[in-house]
């Protein structure tokens, strides 16, 4: 996954007017993504200063569809993002990127298709 937009700043007035269905700690660095699972490792960077931060999706929440992901004070912050206009970009990281196979079985019928 691999995304440009705004983020939406976590306020616990949305949650109690029901605009978001969750709660986050705005005092802790918490994301939330609706569509990516729970403990995905995100980095997340803000492309007018090159700040970026790696951390896991919390939950899945579900806010409007026009922001990519949700996110506390705190990780705003960090990031150096204005509460105005909260650009940023979302990378998803895999951990493992390649499968390597153990052991293969060549069967004779397939044997007699390569020669």
């Known amino acids: 996954y691999n995304s440009k937009g705004f983020a939406y700043i976590y306020n616990d007035e949305d949650y109690k007017n029901k605009i978001i269905n969750g ?8 994301v939330s993504h609706p569509s990516l699972k729970n403990n995905t490792l995100i980095k997340i960077t803000n492309p007018k200063t090159l700040d970026s931060l790696t951390i896991r999706n919390l939950k899945r929440i579900k806010y ?3 922001y990519k992901i949700l ?3 705190k990780v705003a912050e960090q990031l150096n993002i204005e509460s105005s206009f909260p650009l940023i970009e979302i990378l ?12 293969a079985k060549i069967y004779s019928e397939e044997k007699k298709n390569i020669l």
């Open 23 to 30: 709660k986050l700690d705005n005092s802790l660095l918490q």
């Open 64 to 66: 409007p569809d026009f």
């Open 71 to 73: 996110i506390t004070k």
């Open 92 to 103: 998803e990281i895999k951990k493992n990127k390649s499968f390597i196979a153990k052991k």
